[in-house]
């Protein structure tokens, strides 16, 4: 399945809220990343011609974006691993008047709206690819 075809398989709403959501990420994301589909929704990873020793044999997630039966979600595996970028994230929220909806790594979401989409910019733009690769290679080093 292309990312396309996810897309025109959602319902109209929902798929105007992920497309909307897509835009930020795609409008932000920093250069080497591609977007793919992968485990049933739009994934924005390392390509494995850049880093192939993943523990998986996926490339390796940066970002996702799924909906869901309920809801949406927004998987930002960079503020998963830090903790200065999930308290940006939360302070973002908490500054946009935004209710956070989050698990680890997963902001779950109903609409567009309900996401603080310039903090989500600002998160997807700071981690450079070879940055992020650095990061996955110490964590598999421990």
């Known amino acids: ?12 709403d929902r ?6 959501v897509r ?5 932000h994301l920093p ?3 591609k977007e793919v589909m992968g485990w049933g929704m739009i ?8 880093y192939p020793d993943t523990y998986n044999g996926h490339p390796l997630c940066y970002v996702a974006l799924a909906a ?11 503020v998963y691993g830090s903790r200065e970028l999930l308290a940006e ?6 500054h946009a008047g935004k209710k956070l909806d989050m698990g680890k790594s997963c902001i779950r979401f109903k609409r567009a709206d309900d996401l603080d989409l310039e903090t989500i910019g600002r998160l997807v733009a700071r981690m450079p690819l070879a940055r992020y690769v ?9």
Not at 15 to 20: M, N, T
């Open 15 to 20: 798929r105007a809220d992920v497309a909307r």
């Open 134 to 142: 650095e990061i996955a290679k110490a964590a598999r080093r421990r």
């Open 68 to 78: 869901q039966k309920r809801y949406s979600s927004l998987y930002l595996m960079s």
């Open 31 to 33: 250069k080497g990343y």
């Open 23 to 27: 835009r930020v990420i795609r409008k």
């Open 43 to 50: 994934v924005y990873g390392v390509p494995l011609k850049v």
């Open 89 to 94: 994230l939360k302070a973002g929220f908490r």
């Open 1 to 12: 399945m292309t990312v396309a075809e996810y897309l025109a398989g959602l319902p109209a």
